[in-house]
């Protein structure tokens, strides 16, 4: 029988499963993937030894707006969401995260409140989470890894600065391109052009800021004009 436990404010505000043993993708290859092979073996011991593993499921809250950074969550599979709600309490999402990211990372290092609320996108998602102290110990051990999490930082700062002043100044169909060229980026492609992430039209509106029914429309413009097409929460970037 799986162990359900709560985790209050200051770590997951909603019930998950704990993991009675290492996941299957819990391997050396993602910390190559991620830190680079110089790092790897010696990252990898250490998350093992200090880490818990956790289930969750879509729409799950992982830590919220205002709480304090206690923890670090390494995506071994799945797709999280990082969202606020605007003056009009409607989402808007600042940005995805996806297997191989460490989400909470910013806020832990600045020292500050959560800024943004982190809710899980895919269907199921599979975390490593370490505390604030064994993270830190870990980073003052391998110099390398802080500077890696610091240009991932300063990266995903620019994007979301970038975006933001995108939807300030252009028009939908504009932002809407802004956005899944994001999405391209972030997550790349297969060969039918897909690209490797799940996400609807509502989704979209809550990433550019506009309403569902303008974003149906200028998803159809530029379906029409043969820039990409949507099929089944797939976005398609034609080759």
């Not at 797709?79 to 605007?86: C, E, F, G, I, P």
Request: charged share 25%; glycine share 6%.
């Amino acid at each position: 029988m799986s162990l359900y436990v709560v985790w209050r404010l200051n770590t997951f505000t909603t019930s998950q499963r704990r993991m009675n043993s290492q996941p299957e993708d819990f391997k050396p290859e993602l910390f190559q993937k991620i830190f680079g092979e110089e790092a790897a073996v010696s990252l990898y011991a250490e998350f093992k030894a200090n880490s818990e593993f956790l289930l969750g499921e879509e729409g799950d809250l992982i830590f919220e707006k205002g709480g304090t950074p206690e923890n670090v969550f390494l995506i071994l599979d799945g797709y999280l969401r990082l969202q606020v709600k605007d003056s009009s309490a409607e989402e808007v999402i600042l940005q995805f995260f996806g297997t191989g990211d460490l989400a909470g990372i910013i806020d832990l290092m600045q020292m500050r409140t959560y800024r943004a609320t982190a809710v899980v996108h895919s269907k199921n998602i599979q975390l490593c989470v370490i505390n604030k102290k064994s993270f830190l110990k870990i980073l003052s051990k391998q110099p390398q890894l802080a500077l890696r999490l610091i240009q991932q930082m300063d990266k995903d700062t620019a994007d979301i600065e970038s975006r933001a002043a995108v939807m300030n100044s252009q028009k939908v169909t504009s932002r809407i391109s802004g956005a899944i060229r994001v999405l391209e980026s972030k997550f790349g492609k297969n060969e039918q052009g897909e690209i490797n992430i799940e996400i609807s039209p509502s989704h979209i509106a809550k990433m550019v800021g506009a309403t569902r029914t303008s974003v149906y429309r200028s998803m159809k413009k530029l379906q029409d004009l043969g820039e990409l097409r949507f099929e089944q929460h797939k976005i398609i970037i034609p080759c």
